[in-house]
């Protein structure tokens, strides 16, 4: 089994008796500004709420390669199968393809809920072929929710048809509302017939997204909006934006990076635009924190990514593997959603009474977590692409997103050459919570300010985040009094 | 008159195709390609080639002769 699968078996470890309790919704475990006809939306959808981010999968079908717009961030034309970047896919398919796919996947991963067209290019630029999509995954596996991504410039066409079709959650990616910023972004449009460029394109692709945007949450679609953060272009601009999304009803507004490398051909990555560091990504975060719900937790994936949204298993369901595909059960989803059911009613539970230990006042530390899935501590530090952070003070233990990393371990032998790029991952970081660390790397951490343990191996996130802090506590309490 | 599709740049998106008036424009082998006896660069259509309009690769779709 590849290593970043969440098993059923690693993740109910802890089975009680007493059966499924349902989830207390108001509390912690969903949105606390969300209302409850949204969070029963969106708390199977990984893209769009942190806490299902832990427990459900999604998959991307690549039917829609056409776009009909140009960004300076996107080349399509460059795919490497080692590369998360949106926009990128080793292989297009049909209609008829994906839906073989989906089958596919859902037979191997009971976690899947969810299917979206995220191009490689735009979803809606030639609508069709995603729309069927969309009706034979819906006859054949009518629990699956479906979502799809789009630039929106042709949204306002299709708006009746997506809300007809139950398609309750889509994407627009809303990079500016000005016309003179979005003109540095997008050089052009394909609109109506032709092309046009410059401020005008830019005039033309914002009308259509607010549009857009508008008539979908009208009718009731839960709409996200994705901005890239492109550091001295449209960085200070992004609270117009989010305020203007917000007035349009959307419900999560999702900051990501803008990826800028050379090696991918970008216009961008050609001209030396940089892309933002972290701390600015999460300074524009906070500043934005009390307009429309952030996200977080966002890994700007392929256009073709299957699995958890920290993993792409998408090399493991390529057309020419399909053939060989197991036929799907819905038992085994029924089984995992029983035992998602319970974790996240303990997960929850063990986090509200490690914060009732906890009452004095402190400064927020971060750490980081080496996981793959369902909420636990269950991931070798030396295995680990990515560690999410979480920020913890006394009011509890909050995730604020996720840094990339070089595995440290290849093979059981450390990666001395990839110590730097973990060293910068865990930067601002006091302590790495892992199922398991070897004494060298332990050591190592330890040297950089950094303590990583392994006692909390298996048990649930927040809570071990929130024990792990108020331990931190003590000790310094009684090191301040000896 | 009519227009061609330089394969090495094609990426084979396929929003060429979707706009063509005359259905001048088929898939082979992964890139599309033009049939220049169908092709009229859009004469009757639209003011300009909608092929070159809408392609997302700098001079690819180009006037054939």
């Not at chain 1, 980081?368 to 560690?387: C, Q």
């Not at chain 2, 061609?4 to 599309?32: D, H, L, W, Y």
């Amino acid at each position: 089994m590849p290593q970043n699968i969440v098993a059923l078996s690693s993740i109910g470890r802890t089975p009680r008796s007493g059966g499924n309790k349902p989830v207390t919704c108001g509390t912690a475990a969903g949105p606390d500004d969300l209302p409850q006809a949204v969070w029963e939306k969106i708390r199977d959808h990984p893209c769009y709420s942190e806490d299902a981010h832990h427990y459900f999968a999604r998959m991307h079908v690549a039917v829609a390669p056409a776009c009909n717009i140009q960004c300076h961030y996107c080349n399509r034309k460059y795919d490497c199968s080692n590369e998360s970047r949106p926009g990128v896919v080793s292989e297009k398919l049909t209609p008829e393809q994906a839906l073989q796919k989906v089958m596919a996947v859902a037979a191997e991963v009971p976690q899947l809920s969810v299917v979206g067209v995220a191009g490689p290019g735009d979803a809606l630029a030639h609508a069709d072929e995603t729309f069927r999509t969309f009706e034979l995954v819906n006859k054949a596996l009518p629990h699956l929710k479906l979502c799809l991504s789009t630039n929106g410039l042709a949204l306002p066409d299709h708006v009746e048809r997506i809300a007809a079709m139950g398609i309750d959650h889509v994407t627009i990616t809303i990079n500016t509302v000005d016309p003179k910023i979005g003109a540095r972004i997008h050089p052009w449009i394909f609109f109506r017939h032709r092309r046009w460029e410059g401020a005008e394109a830019a005039r033309i692709l914002h009308e259509r997204q607010m549009e857009g945007l508008e008539a979908l949450t009208g009718r009731g679609v839960l709409v996200k909006v994705n901005s890239v953060l492109i550091p001295g272009i449209n960085d200070e601009h992004l609270a117009d934006v989010n305020a203007a999304v917000c007035a349009r009803g959307a419900f999560l507004h999702n900051i990501m990076p803008l990826i800028s490398d050379p090696a991918h051909g970008t216009h961008f990555g050609l001209t030396g635009q940089r892309g933002p560091t972290p701390d600015e990504l999460r300074a524009t975060q906070d500043r934005l924190g009390g307009g429309a719900k952030l996200m977080r937790h966002c890994r700007q994936c392929r256009a073709d990514a299957v699995g958890l949204l920290g993993e792409d298993r998408g090399a493991d369901f390529t057309l020419a593997k399909l053939n060989a595909a197991k036929p799907y059960d819905p038992r085994r989803r029924e089984i995992y959603l029983s035992v998602v059911e319970r974790e996240r009613s303990d997960r929850q539970k063990a986090k509200e009474l490690a914060q009732m230990a906890l009452a004095v006042p402190e400064t927020p530390v971060l750490v980081a977590v080496a996981t793959k899935g369902g909420g636990r501590i269950n991931l070798h530090f030396g295995h680990a692409t990515e560690f999410q952070i979480y920020e913890v003070d006394p009011r509890g233990a909050r995730f604020i997103g996720h840094r990339r990393t070089e595995k440290y371990c290849d093979d059981g032998h450390g990666r001395a050459d990839n110590w730097d790029a973990i060293v910068r991952a865990l930067d601002g970081v006091s302590a790495v919570l892992c199922a398991k660390i070897g004494e060298r790397p332990r050591e190592r951490l330890a040297a950089a300010g950094i303590t990583a343990t392994d006692q909390y191996a298996f048990e649930y996130i927040e809570a071990s985040a929130i024990t792990w802090y108020s331990s931190r506590l003590q000790s310094g309490e009684r090191a301040a009094s000896a | 008159m009519a227009f061609k599709i330089v394969a090495k740049n094609c990426t084979g998106c396929g929003a060429c195709e979707f706009e063509c008036p005359n259905k001048a424009i088929k898939e082979s082998g992964g890139v599309f390609a033009i049939n220049d006896k169908k092709c009229t660069e859009c004469a009757g259509f639209f003011d300009t080639p909608q092929c070159a309009a809408a392609c997302p690769i700098p001079n690819t779709c180009v006037q054939a002769f």
